[in-house]
């Protein structure tokens, strides 16, 4: 888990912080171990062979991440008593202010049906990943429309250069012509975290 039960985030007290202060970083917390648990059972859900509903899961687990990093997002912007111009927080926000697009694509979806049924596109998006197999080869796969299929000529994720943290990596979210990487997102919000304790612990001190 991104946060472990012994993080900063569960000791802090009305002492050291406005009541508005506690509220934003409790629902930060509370968004990341939502992200966190989205990401992990969609990685999951990537792994498993069973491909009935394998589509139905990834996109529940997709728009998941998508819905909760644009509340994230909103909460940096409007978060009060710390500098934004922090670069730990300034670099977090640029790796997720994209996902605006797509958050705001699906809740105008009354208005978007026509233009996608016209431009022949996928509805609810769909993800792209990288397998790194047992035999470190890579494989580049992509789920959509209830199918899986490889290598498939779609907005599939070029493997070249890049590293793996997880034999399934590079988990992209395609929509209407946007798209998001969901584990750069997920990996910048690992090393927010670590940032934003740091932050707290600071702010703590200060108070004693």
Not at 112 to 125: P, V
Not at 160 to 183: M, P, Q, W, Y
Request: glycine share 4%.
């Amino acid at each position: 888990m991104i946060i472990k039960d012994e993080s900063i985030f569960f000791r802090i007290d009305g002492k050291c912080f406005l009541a508005k202060d506690l509220l934003f970083i409790d629902t930060i917390r509370h968004i990341t171990q939502m992200i966190d648990i989205s990401y992990n059972r969609l990685i999951s859900t990537l792994q498993s062979t069973d491909n009935n509903l394998q589509n139905e899961f990834a996109l529940i687990d997709g728009w998941a991440m998508i819905g909760s990093i644009n509340r994230l997002r909103t909460l940096l912007e409007k978060m009060p008593n710390i500098s934004h111009n922090f670069l730990w927080y300034k670099n977090f926000y640029q790796k997720i202010k994209d996902v605006k697009h797509i958050r705001d694509f699906i809740e105008h979806f009354d208005e978007k049906i026509q233009s996608q049924i016209e431009k022949d596109n996928f509805m609810l998006g769909y993800i792209s990943w990288v397998e790194l197999r047992e035999d470190n080869s890579i494989v580049s796969n992509l789920l959509y429309s209830l199918r899986i299929r490889n290598n498939v000529d779609l907005k599939v994720v070029n493997p070249a250069g890049r590293g793996f943290r997880f034999k399934i990596d590079h988990i992209t979210f395609c929509l209407n012509e946007g798209e998001v990487n969901l584990s750069d997102m997920y990996y910048g919000l690992i090393d927010f975290i670590v940032k934003f304790e740091v932050y707290i612990e600071s702010r703590i001190n200060k108070t004693i």
